[in-house]
């Protein structure tokens, strides 16, 4: 039997499925109150750093997993080079990428290359990598091709191992962060800065910064010159809100209702944060250049408490505003 285990998942109905992968059994747990596999579903259990160790593999392939592994949990050995905030890849992309509904990274390897509205082009896997440095961690991706860049790759695909190429996104359990209905009322700042006190404030600080003890960051900045910048997937309200819904407040997914999930999504989101990499250096330009593909459902370029916010040149800890990267590719080939 193969040692990651791949299979249509026929009418799941249980809170705890036993997966048999190798010679022993592996326990997948899914959270009993995130929406359970149903009839359909394609259900991947990523293999382990555990796994890695027994693998039938070359060791050097192995010392590259390890590698991007490393990287993935401590991205922050990156800062000031590659990355200019607080935020590691686990940060959004939680359990080592493994852990569904909290953006597992195994999809990524097997979806692309992809067509991607947000950039307009054919993304491949180190693309879409260079875009969570661009924006997620306000920083500068590793070279195309160099020793970093082809860990954080090969982790990846050591994730998705045994999933075939090009599965339909679209029936995948667990992949990204599930959409949570519409909120029954329109989210709320002030609601939302209630919920934030009384349950985040613990981690990420009344005023977002995050906790940091002895220049190590064990909670990272939510908003501020040390967080993810305007350009960032999680700056989208619907994206921040299923995140937190089904996540936090860490140790305790799914404790918090809809509503609450929508209105604290939007106080965190509502706070300034670092330039939007994409700047023409006219907020309302930006806003409006990628409305319809990304800021229709952030508050970039709205006014706040009588401020437009994102109506700045701050770039956080960096001297840049938009990496090398991010400069449109454009694919000439017949």
């Known amino acids: 039997m193969k040692k990651s285990t791949l299979f249509l998942l026929q009418g799941v109905a249980a809170a705890v499925a036993l997966v048999a992968v190798g010679a022993q059994a592996k326990e997948m747990r899914f959270p009993v109150n995130n929406p359970q596999p149903v009839e359909g579903q394609f259900v991947h259990v990523p293999p382990t750093m555990e796994d890695l ?135 709320d700042y002030t609601r939302g800065q209630a919920v934030y006190e009384e349950n985040c404030a613990i981690c990420h600080q009344s005023d977002g910064s995050g906790v940091v003890q002895n220049d190590k960051v064990v909670f990272p900045a939510v908003w501020g010159d040390t967080s993810y910048n305007w350009g960032a997937g999680i700056t989208r309200h619907f994206t921040l809100a299923s995140f937190i819904k089904h996540n936090m407040p860490l140790g305790r997914p799914n404790s918090l209702t809809d509503q609450q999930a929508w209105d604290v999504a939007y106080y965190i989101n509502n706070h300034e944060r670092p330039q939007d990499p994409r700047y023409t250096g006219d907020v309302k330009e930006t806003r409006a250049m990628y409305l319809d ?22 770039v956080g800890e960096k001297d840049f505003l938009k990496p090398d990267a991010l400069i449109k590719r454009t694919y000439t080939a017949d």
């Open 53 to 187: 160790e027994t693998a039938d593999m070359h060791p050097e392939l192995k010392r590259v997993i390890r590698r991007g592994h490393d990287l993935f949990i401590n991205t922050q050995q990156l800062r000031g080079k590659n990355v200019f905030n607080s935020m590691n890849c686990n940060s959004c992309h939680m359990g080592e990428g493994r852990l569904p509904f909290a953006g597992p990274v195994w999809p990524a390897a097997v979806v692309l290359p992809n067509y991607r509205p947000k950039n307009d082009q054919v993304n491949n896997l180190e693309e879409r990598i260079a875009g969570c440095f661009s924006y997620s961690m306000n920083g500068k991706p590793p070279a195309w091709g160099s020793d970093d860049m082809v860990a954080l790759t090969t982790y990846h695909q050591w994730l998705a191992k045994g999933v075939p190429i090009y599965q339909s996104g679209k029936t995948m359990y667990g992949r990204g962060y599930p959409n949570l209905p519409d909120a029954e009322q329109k989210p």
């Open 293 to 314: 593909t990304f800021h229709v459902h952030t508050s970039y370029g709205l006014e706040h408490d009588g401020k437009l916010l994102g109506d700045h040149d701050n």
